[in-house]
């Protein structure tokens, strides 16, 4: 990025713009990682960091906790709480670590803050991950705790736990020249008795031990922010595709334990009950209380499993394995093409 996009624009001038979940968003301040863009409409979420919203902080007495975390600091803090106000239109998420971010009732006004023992790279970690989950889930998008990648132009998404392997597996088929939709959030519409996934932004984020096991070593990729140890993979260049509009969903592949044994990887099918439970079980910030959220997640996804097969793949506990891993899901994508389970995915020449 060129370094006048690094600092703050003069008052003023335009905002910064970026694509992001299928969202314009207009920021004051620049991003690290983002490609700025030309909208050719108004923002959907007007994003305002290093500073609060233009009410006093008494409206803070006036607010009722609507979740706080199990998990704790040391000192007994929850590491996130969700507030909402009681006399004006606002949510609050607090992070142990120093960040407060306000959302509006809508979604399409944020301001966020931090502590000086965090970076603005910090913030814009929180805005493109938690905080753009939450708009997402206030706008009406369902979305899952999940990695997509594009398939002959067909989304497929890995779909799991923290810690099964999404993102690495999803890095390995980058690799491979699979151009990557989505990282972490991933939103699902439906469009015409269809269902799309919606692009996210040009970044893949990995631990450490993930870029040893693809790079060679631990420092291959760049830090993520200057406080965290987590690294990121840059996308849209010519070596790591990003693609970035929305495709059709092709597939959806839950993972399993990664264990040592020499059958694996394979694929199995899910019956339509398990499925259905594990979609509801892995949609983005599904802890926090919404019945009519969960409501219309679990009618989406019926609707769903109907027309996009899910399938459940057993993973291998050694990274060695990584590339027929890769392998055994285009080799199970192609058998369900056949069959006519879904769309063309005929090979793409890549090498595994």
């Known amino acids: 990025m060129h370094d006048e996009n690094r600092r703050r624009r003069p008052l003023g001038t335009v905002p910064f713009s970026y694509p992001v979940y299928g969202l314009h968003l207009s920021v004051n301040l620049p991003s690290p990682r983002l490609r700025e863009f030309a909208p050719s409409s108004p923002a959907d979420v007007q994003v305002t960091l290093g500073s609060r919203p233009p009410f006093d902080d008494s409206v803070k007495t006036e607010e009722v906790s609507v979740y706080r975390s199990e998990e704790v600091t040391p000192d007994g803090v929850p590491r996130v709480e969700l507030s909402k106000s009681l006399t004006t239109s606002y949510f609050r998420l607090q992070y142990a670590e120093g960040a407060e971010f306000f959302v509006d009732k809508r979604g399409t006004q944020v301001w966020g803050s931090w502590l000086e023992t965090l970076a603005v790279e910090d913030a814009w970690v929180y805005l493109l991950g938690p905080i753009m989950g939450f708009v997402l889930r206030l706008r009406g998008f369902t979305s899952l705790h999940a990695s997509a990648i594009s398939v002959q132009n067909r989304a497929v998404l890995f779909v799991g736990p923290p810690g099964a392997g999404k993102s690495t597996t999803a890095a390995a088929f ?149 590339a027929r891993l890769c392998e055994v899901v285009i080799e199970d994508l192609r058998n369900l093409e056949s069959t006519g389970a879904v769309g063309d995915f005929a090979p793409q020449n890549q090498t595994f």
């Open 174 to 322: 980058a690799g491979f020249g699979y151009p990557i939709l989505s990282d972490d959030i991933v939103p699902i519409f439906e469009s015409d008795s269809s269902f799309w996934v919606q692009s996210g932004y040009p970044c893949l984020c990995l631990w450490p031990k993930s870029v040893r096991s693809l790079f060679g070593s631990a420092d291959a990729l760049p830090s993520l922010t200057p406080t965290w140890d987590k690294r990121y993979l840059a996308l849209g260049n010519s070596r790591y595709q990003f693609q970035r509009e929305p495709l059709p969903l092709g597939g959806v592949y839950f993972f399993g334990t990664r264990e040592d044994d020499s059958a694996r990887p394979f694929v199995q099918a899910i019956p339509t009950g398990p499925a259905l439970m594990g979609l509801m079980a892995n949609t983005y910030m599904n802890y926090l209380p919404d019945a009519e959220v969960e409501a219309r997640d679990f009618k989406l996804f019926g609707r769903l499993l109907r027309r996009v097969p899910v399938r459940r793949v057993q993973p291998h506990a050694d990274a060695a394995h990584l």
